[in-house]
């Protein structure tokens, strides 16, 4: 039964990832369905503190791109970039992981990828190097942000074993920014050089038109410039209640008994005020809001958690007894095989947040050092794996020189070498800063 029970997981998760989106929850939902009705398994409780979290954590940042903040940060990236095209295969990734870590979420790499390709193209730089690193980058910040989906997923796992938001965060910050950059300098001479390279020489002789030397500016108003700023508070805000516990208010029940506020309350609590505020003062369109990329993407996120997070929840503690005896032994013994698990079910799931919340309490479960969890959160960057990522299907249309590309062979696509390089180096930084630090 337990295998039977584990093909129909496996088989949810598969047809889910093939229709994307949405379609990965609704898929986990048809897998709890036939657990439940079918298998007589009791359902666990759905992920809704999580959820809950992202809910408010993406209104503040749609508040902030209905407002015209998005545009201002594109507008300063911008400007960075072209004060050194030189260098552009390690300003690109670093530009595009500031941006997530602001802004919680990889998508906001959309509005940088065409000035990428733009700025490589006007260097003479191959642009393949510059765009390939910073979709990696725009993945590996989600597990440094302290707003992501992801993060607020493990702080909420890792919370009742005294673990804060600034371990996390002084752990996954300098391993995945020296990951990137390591990988940055690695890959910068990839590939043919520009004007050597046939597919570009191709598309010259076929008439490939100038690029423009600038793209029209947005227009930036000062509630753009007050929206970021706001919403850089909130995310200061939560990144120190998380750090500092004693900050948080403490109440007293009708038991005599003192609670304090939880973290993913005051991760609630937080951004839903920061939106309000850029929605009054800032006059932000509520309208646009519900509508952007940002709000939509991260909905998207929180249909995928509820259904796939509660499949995976229910089939893991009914068959808690036969996954320990299997392999309990092997992962206390050699906790960073874990790893492995977390990057193979992020390549099926297409989601940080979605694999946290479905493997991550199987780790713990297991007796794996929570700290440890922390060095193997990078891992879950593994949806670079397959070529169906949003952001690495616009880099490779943004790049008009042709040198961005997936292979022959599928699996030999621009962005397999700079992902696997950033992930390896991120997760070994990860455990050895858990043993420096921690």
């Not at 029209?216 to 990144?239: D, I, Q, W």
């Not at 800063?433 to 921690?438: N, P, Q, S, T, Y």
Request: overall charge neutral; aromatic content about 10%; hydrophobic content about 55%.
């Amino acid at each position: 039964m337990f295998w039977i029970q584990f093909a129909i997981v496996l088989i949810c998760i598969f047809i889910g990832a093939r229709i994307g989106g949405i379609g990965l929850g609704v898929l986990g939902g048809v897998g709890l369905a036939v657990l439940a009705f079918g298998f007589q398994l009791p359902p666990t409780a759905p992920p809704i503190d999580v959820m809950l979290m992202i809910v408010a954590v993406i209104t503040a940042a749609g508040a902030l791109q209905a407002s015209g903040g998005m545009d201002y940060l594109v507008t300063l990236a911008e400007k960075a970039l072209r004060k050194n095209p030189d260098r552009i295969t390690f300003m690109a990734p670093a530009v595009t992981y500031l941006f997530t870590f602001f802004a919680g979420t990889g998508h906001v790499a959309y509005t940088l990828l065409p000035v990428i390709s733009e700025v490589a193209q006007e260097s003479k730089v191959r642009p393949e190097r510059p765009l390939s690193i910073a979709v990696i980058a725009s993945q590996q910040a989600i597990t440094a942000s302290p707003i992501s989906a992801a993060t607020v997923a493990l702080l909420a796992l890792l919370d009742p074993f005294g673990i804060t938001l600034l371990q996390i965060l002084g752990i996954t910050i300098p391993a995945t920014f020296i990951g990137i950059m390591t990988s940055a300098f690695l890959i910068r001479k990839k590939g043919l050089e520009l004007e050597d390279d046939p597919e570009y020489k191709a598309r010259i002789e076929k008439g490939l038109e100038p690029i423009r030397e600038e793209r029209k500016g947005e227009k930036v108003t000062s509630k753009s410039k007050v929206a970021v700023g706001l919403f850089l508070f909130g995310a200061l805000l939560v990144v120190l209640l998380g750090s500092f516990p004693e900050l948080r208010p403490t109440f007293m029940g009708a038991d005599g008994e003192t609670t304090q506020l939880s973290m993913p309350y005051a991760i609630q609590i937080i951004m839903l005020s920061i939106a309000a505020i850029i929605i009054i003062f800032c006059k932000a369109d509520v309208h646009k809001l519900a509508t952007g990329s940002v709000f939509r993407a991260g909905i998207v996120a929180v249909v995928a958690i509820f259904g796939i997070a509660w499949m995976g929840d229910t089939f893991i503690q009914a068959n808690m007894s036969t996954i320990e005896s299997g392999v309990q032994g092997m992962v206390t013994a050699s906790p960073w095989i874990f790893a492995f698990a977390l990057f193979l079910m992020s390549v099926l799931l297409n989601s940080q947040a979605a694999t946290v919340r479905a493997l991550v309490p199987l780790g713990l479960s297991l007796g794996v050092n929570p700290l440890f969890m922390i060095a193997m959160f990078p891992a879950v960057n593994g949806y670079f794996f397959m070529p169906n990522y949003g952001p690495i299907i616009a880099a490779i249309g943004f790049d008009r020189t042709g040198t961005t590309k997936i292979g022959k062979y599928v699996f030999n696509h621009s962005f397999m070498v700079p992902g696997l390089i950033t992930s390896v180096c991120s997760v070994a930084l990860g455990f050895l800063f858990v043993f420096l630090f921690l």
